[in-house]
């Protein structure tokens, strides 16, 4: 009963990801890992005592895997789609595009119960100085499709216990563009953000995805939540 580590975990879902190519199959499979330790943890609580730290540290880790491997899956099967497309900019380059998951809320913090739904930001950016309006355009409907994909994959209903995701702490909410580019962040940092969204980004966090824009948004979101200098608010 005792939990496995992150290493054996990710070795579990690297042996599905070479055992299988259907995307519903594989998130089946991962989604079934989560419920099992799900279990595994809650009898370990039941028979030994509670330990709430640990036990919020390995359901959010929990949930970074499935959401690790949800955004395998939807670059994957997104790429194979968009070869496939006849009218791809002519400027566009798939190396020069990068995709980023972040964690906020109580995921952000390792701070998730049994409950708790995964609380993220989709970014993503291009690797260019010079974007035409249309490539701007194709690089943020292709974005979204991406974190519309492992949204779905994560949320639908199925054999296993779906993980619920949440963009409600994303730019301008509701109304905001479900994935954004790393300049459109930095644009919005600079001239919109609230008191309370420079306190949510406390808990920011890399979950999956490109390493370099992980540094890059990091930086962004360092400067607003460790601002030297005390603003007014």
Known sequence: ???????????????????????????????????REFIRIAISDCIFGINVLETIKYVSMLNDLVLSGAYRIAIDNIYKKFVEYENLPIDFSFDKFSFAIFAMGRLGGNECVFSSDADVLYAYDYDSVDVSSDLDNFLSNFACEIASFISQLLMSIGEELPLDVDLGLRPEGNSGRIARSLSSYAKYFQKWTCSWERHALIRCRFVAGSVDLKNKFLYLVDNLRYNSVLSED
Do not use: G, N, W
């Open 1 to 35: 009963l005792k939990p496995r580590s992150f290493d054996v975990l990710m070795s579990e879902i690297d042996a599905i990801f070479q055992r299988y190519s259907d995307c519903d199959v594989i998130i089946t499979h991962l989604r079934r890992i989560r419920a």
